[in-house]
């Protein structure tokens, strides 16, 4: 796994063997089995469910169970093996997966003739996914969604793996005949299986183990390794690290901004920024970002951040604002605010509730006439528009993003030269050779700012801003028309981590943009949080909210990302009442995660005994591990409250994870933001006026325009906690 500590790798090695020696048991065999299919109308248990992802399963045929103790000990009872399946509600290969194997009924009997079913959405419960992910990780050597986990009644995993199709196919064995193999092997060598998997087990937990005991010195020289490891896998051309796929990792890109910032004359350090704002630039102009309705997508399937993985994540959209934002700050270039508002006014507008939380996600897949898309020879956009109400409806990843040439010039008319070459839109579609398995978009384009303005400009013999307000007129007639296809499915779960990270885009935007529209967003997510998802009493945070609050209690990231939106909050509306509340969360946080013996916080708080490990996360990926953000919580309101037990805590928390640093410092880019600010000289802007005052709000804009990542503002006469006005050394 990337960032794992050489302990970690020592026990993959060991998960392999143990692995190896399971699947063994599950040897190739011909099987002759009576399969009686179920009855052709279904509803299952998964109905009584919120979750999008369960009520998305609460038809198939397949007889799921949610993760609880009904399914387990049902499990025991018959003595049969689980089958876990765990995905979310707008991932692609769930829903082919689906399609293909969890709505057939030969496939369903033989899973509820042979298993208890279980289905788990991952963003309901992270610590169900953790857990069964770094058991497939360890022994395949990949991991996604979605997952399938094969369990013992008590819960222990024995084989796993991804997506399997429904028959031989991509070089693997098609589901049935991996279901009728481990059931063989179960009925003839289950107690061999239970031993090892009670093996497999206990060496994740000793890998755990292991990496809080392990001890290593950070020091500075991190940061350089750290800048190394990210310039030899640079795209120099294109932006990004590494080859394709490529994702849009904004914690990468926060550790190269922050070590610009240490020295921002050197070479290296002018390298870093280079880095970040090449990556920003390719993604802002590629067709991963939505050059109509605003947002990112998931990731690019190709090199070019041209073909997108369609589906539009929340917490992408909230840390890719800030990035931008970071950028427009550093260089004061407007191409990153306007990216940076594109992105906050797509959430405003089609990702919040009513009540001001913001929703989890939006589909990769969307339905489309069958007609308009399948048949070539009905391609205008009024076939599109009639055939969304006549025509049978039938999904198709990003078909409400993806255009022909015909419909854009019919739909743009004198304007749809400059359009089709700006964003390199093609007769016969414009994907790159190799991007399109599926044969999905032939034909059809992303669109892709494939010259810039200024080249357009110069081709068109125009100048730049009548092209600007030429592509901006055309834009609005493509959202218009777009506005009519049927939307992709929208997750309107409302989880807490996911909302903390927009809160913190919103107030940080209203800082930098001087924007209220921006602010209020945040304060109403902000109050939204509270009065829905956090518990008085108990002081407890929930995890999410969908038609009334879920029983599931919030997890470490919950906290870590709701109390960094709370304290960025305050610093942009001064409001006592968001560091009050954030105190007050890090307070329960420190209660149920903190690891007081080894530093650093567990994804979990141990309360569930049906999973059977806890762990700390030690890899910002797309979202940033749980710790890494609470360290420079830990740091922030130790400055703001003079509290030198925080700011040690907030060290031990980084020093947690020195193994991985030591090893690996590319894993955990968050954590090194945590780390620059503890070691550097961050210092506090007290700005002692009235904020509706004119003064005081020309200090504040003055401070927002620059990038100052070590300091923090605070207004003293507005506050009830204790402030620090010294440089801290």
Not at 85 to 94: A, K, N
Not at 346 to 370: C, H, L, N, Q, W
Not at 576 to 593: G, H, I, M, P, S
Request: a neutral charge; hydrophobic letters at 40%; proline letters at 5%.
């Amino acid at each position: 796994m990337a960032g794992s500590s050489g302990h970690g790798r020592v026990a993959t090695r060991h998960f392999r063997f143990l692995f190896l020696g399971l699947m063994c048991l599950v040897t190739p065999i011909d099987i002759v089995a009576e399969v009686s299919p179920a009855h052709a109308e279904h509803t299952n248990r998964l109905a009584r469910e919120k979750s999008p992802y369960l009520l998305q399963h609460a038809h198939n045929p397949v007889d799921w169970y949610s993760w609880g103790e009904e399914a387990f000990a049902k499990a025991r009872r018959e003595n049969k093996p689980i089958f876990l399946s765990v995905g979310y509600s707008t991932c692609h290969w769930c829903h082919v997966m689906a399609h293909e194997s969890f709505e057939n009924e030969e496939t369903a009997a033989i899973m509820n003739r042979e298993f208890v079913n279980i289905k788990v959405d991952r963003e309901e419960r992270p610590d169900v996914d953790r857990v069964y992910m770094t058991f497939v990780q360890a022994t395949t050597g990949g991991g996604g969604w979605p997952m399938s986990v094969w369990l013992t009644p008590d819960l222990k995993p024995f084989v796993g793996g991804t997506y399997f199709p429904p028959e031989d196919r991509y070089g693997q064995p098609g589901f049935k005949k991996v279901l009728e193999r481990i059931a063989a092997a179960w009925k003839r060598d289950h107690e061999k299986i239970v031993d090892q998997s009670s093996k497999i087990v206990s060496a994740l937990r000793e890998s755990q183990a292991a990496q809080s005991a392990a001890s290593a010195k950070i020091d500075s020289q991190v940061f350089e390794k750290a800048y190394e490891q990210f310039a030899r896998t640079f795209d120099e051309k294109e932006g990004g690290f590494g080859g394709a796929p490529k994702f849009p990792r904004p914690v990468a890109l926060n550790f190269l901004s922050r070590f610009y910032a240490r020295d921002p004359k050197s070479e290296v350090g002018k390298h870093a920024l280079e880095m970040d704002l090449v990556t920003l630039g390719k993604m802002a102009a590629g067709g991963m970002h939505d050059h109509l309705g605003g947002g990112f997508h998931r990731y690019s399937v190709d090199r070019y951040w041209h073909v997108p993985h369609f589906e539009k994540m929340l917490y992408d959209q909230a840390q890719l604002a800030i990035t931008y934002l970071d950028a427009f700050q550093i260089t004061q270039d407007r191409q990153y605010e306007s990216v940076a508002r594109d992105i906050l006014d797509y959430v405003a507008r089609d990702m919040t509730s009513k009540e001001g939380g913001f929703f989890s996600a939006e589909d990769a897949d969307s339905p489309i006439p069958v007609a308009a898309v399948y048949d070539r020879r009905s391609e205008s956009p009024q076939s599109l528009e009639v055939g969304a109400h006549r025509a049978p409806l039938q999904k198709s990843e990003g078909a409400f993003y993806v255009w022909t040439k015909k419909e854009i010039d019919a739909a743009l008319g004198d304007a749809a030269e400059i359009f089709d070459f700006h964003y390199g839109v093609q007769p016969h579609g414009n994907a790159p050779e190799g991007s399109d398995p599926q044969d999905e978009f032939r034909d059809r384009n992303i669109l892709i700012e494939r010259h810039p303005i200024a080249e357009t400009a110069k081709h068109f013999k125009k100048s730049e801003n009548e092209v600007q307000q030429s592509l901006a007129r055309s834009r609005e007639k493509l959202l218009l028309i777009r506005a009519k296809r049927p939307r992709p499915h929208l997750d309107d779960k409302i989880i807490s981590a996911w909302n903390g990270l927009m809160i913190s885009a919103f107030a940080r935007a209203a800082q930098v943009l001087d924007e209220p529209r921006y602010l209020e967003a945040a304060t109403r997510a902000a109050r939204f949080l509270r009065t829905r998802l956090f518990e008085e009493k108990s002081k407890l945070l929930y995890r999410n909210y969908r038609e009334g609050r879920s029983g599931i209690e919030g997890f470490a990231d919950d906290y870590a990302f709701v109390i960094q939106g709370l304290v960025d909050l305050y610093e942009a509306s001064f409001d006592v009442e968001w560091l009050k509340f954030a105190v007050e969360l890090e307070a329960t946080q420190d209660r149920l995660f903190l690891d007081e013996k080894s530093g650093g916080y567990f994804s979990t708080s141990g309360k569930e005994s049906s999973v059977p490990l806890r762990m700390k996360d030690d890899n910002d990926s797309a979202e940033p591990a749980a710790s890494s953000i609470a360290a420079l919580n830990l740091l922030r309101l130790a400055q703001f409250r003079n509290d030198k037990q925080l700011e040690e805590r907030a060290r031990k928390t980084i020093d947690a994870f020195a193994p991985t640093l030591s090893h690996f410092a590319s894993a955990m880019p968050q954590m090194l933001v945590a780390l620059d600010y503890s070691l550097g000289k961050p210092r506090q802007i007290v700005i002692a006026g009235k904020p509706d005052d004119p003064g005081t709000k020309a200090l504040l804009e003055e401070v927002h325009r620059h990038f100052l990542p070590r300091w923090s503002t605070a207004n003293p006469p507005r506050t009830s906690v204790k402030i620090s006005h010294a440089k801290r050394q």
